[in-house]
C-alpha cells in the first residue's frame, strides 16, 4: 500500500475540502467537493486511502467510502491538530489529516456499523431524556423553597411528595403557583412515560443481544452497562488487550513524567464519558458487596479497600470491569468466577 495514494479529505454539512498526497508525502492535487459530488467523484477513483477526522456524520462517509472499495482511516481530531501547518483554512485542514494518515503514528478510530450507532444513539437519547428529568425536579425544588417549602431529592421523592404540598391547603401556595406546578407534574408525567417505553426497549434489545448477555454475567454490569459497553466497543476487535480498551475510556492514569522521573496523575477522563460515569457507578456496587463475598475478585477489592481507600479502589475497579469486559466481546469468552487461594 506504500504506493497508493493518501486522500485527507475534511468533512462538513455540505461542503468537503480534499487534499491528495503521494507516498512521500508530495500534495498531487486539491479539490472542493459538494455533498451531492462526493459519492460520483471517489465512485470514479481507482482504490486510495482515505483520512478523515473522527467527526460527526465520518462513520456513515466511512461505511460509504469502503463500500466503494476505498481503505479508509478515522483519526482523533486532537491528534491531527498537530500536523496543521500555516494558518487554519479548510484545505490545509484536510492536508494535515492526509499527512496525520502518511504518518502512520496514530491510532485510527474503528468505524461504527449502522446497528452499533444506531444502539449508541439509543442510549444518547434516553440519556438526555433522564437529564431533562433531572432538572424538572430540581427546578421544581427550588422554586418550592422560595415559598418556605421544602422537597426530598430524587424520583420517588418527587412523585410522593409533590401532589401531597399540591393538596395542602394551609402551606400559603399561590393559587397561580399550584395551577403552574400542577402542569410542571403533567409534564414530568409525560417525560416519565417515555423514560419507561425506553427502558423497556432496552430490556427488549438486551435480551436478543448474545453478546449482552454474556456480558451480564459479570458482576456490576446490568442491562444499561452492557449496553452501552456493546455500543461504544462493538466486538472489541480494534484493541490488541484489555488495557488499551481501558485508556481509551480514560481509566487509566495521565502521565506526566520528564528527565527520567515517572509522575503519575488522576486519570485522564479520554474518551466516552457517559460510560465512564455508568462503570464508575457500576464499581461503587460491586465494592458495597465484596464484603459479603469470598471469590478471588471480592478478596482483591477488599485488600485495595484497605491499602488506597474507598474512592481509588473503585476506579480501580472500573478499570478491571472494561478489562473483563473487553475479553467478554474481544474473546468471545464467558465471565468465570474463580475462587479464593487460601
Not at 417549602?149 to 401556595?173: C, F, H, K
Not at 465484596?290 to 475478585?297: G, T, V
Request: aromatic letters at 6%; charged letters at 30%; proline letters at 3%.
Amino acid at each position: 500500500m506504500n504506493d497508493v495514494m493518501t486522500i485527507g479529505l475534511d468533512l462538513a454539512k455540505n461542503t468537503f475540502y480534499a487534499v491528495a498526497l503521494n507516498a512521500r508525502g508530495k500534495r498531487q492535487w486539491r479539490k472542493k467537493l459538494t455533498r451531492k459530488r462526493m459519492w460520483s467523484h471517489f465512485a470514479r477513483m481507482p482504490a486510495c486511502r482515505i483520512a478523515m477526522e473522527a467527526c460527526g456524520s465520518a462513520h456513515y462517509w466511512a461505511r460509504k467510502l469502503k463500500a466503494q472499495g476505498h481503505e479508509v482511516l478515522l483519526l482523533p481530531p486532537q491528534h491531527v491538530k498537530g500536523y496543521l501547518r500555516g494558518q487554519k483554512n479548510d484545505y490545509n485542514d484536510a492536508e494535515a489529516i492526509a499527512e496525520a494518515c502518511l504518518h502512520g503514528r496514530i491510532r485510527p478510530v474503528r468505524a461504527k456499523r449502522v446497528d452499533e450507532q444506531e444502539l449508541q444513539s439509543f442510549h444518547r437519547l434516553r440519556q438526555r431524556l433522564i437529564e431533562e428529568r433531572t432538572r424538572m425536579i430540581n427546578q421544581a425544588r427550588g422554586l418550592l423553597r422560595e415559598f418556605g417549602l421544602v422537597m426530598g431529592m430524587g424520583p420517588a421523592r418527587y412523585r410522593r411528595e409533590l401532589p401531597a404540598i399540591l393538596e395542602d391547603g394551609e402551606n400559603e401556595l399561590p393559587d397561580g403557583m399550584r395551577e403552574l406546578l400542577h402542569r410542571h407534574q403533567e409534564r414530568f408525567r409525560a417525560l416519565e412515560q417515555e423514560i419507561a417505553w425506553y427502558d423497556a426497549q432496552l430490556k427488549q434489545r438486551v435480551a436478543a443481544d448474545e453478546a449482552c448477555q454474556r456480558l451480564m454475567e459479570i458482576p456490576g454490569y446490568g442491562p444499561v452497562v452492557s449496553s452501552a459497553f456493546r455500543s461504544v466497543l462493538g466486538d472489541g476487535k480494534q484493541f490488541r488487550r484489555g488495557r488499551d480498551a481501558s485508556a481509551s475510556l480514560g481509566l487509566v492514569p495521565r502521565q506526566h513524567s520528564t528527565g527520567g522521573k515517572d509522575r503519575l496523575l488522576g486519570i485522564s477522563k479520554r474518551g466516552d464519558s457517559h460510560l465512564r460515569s455508568l462503570l464508575v457507578h457500576a464499581a461503587r456496587s460491586v465494592v458495597q458487596q465484596a464484603q459479603r463475598k469470598e471469590d478471588r475478585f471480592s478478596r482483591w477489592i477488599v485488600k485495595l479497600l484497605e491499602r488506597r481507600g474507598y474512592n481509588k479502589t473503585v476506579v480501580a475497579v472500573a478499570n478491571k470491569l472494561v478489562r473483563i469486559g473487553w475479553v467478554v466481546l474481544a474473546r468471545e469468552e464467558r465471565y468465570r468466577i474463580q475462587e479464593a487461594v487460601g
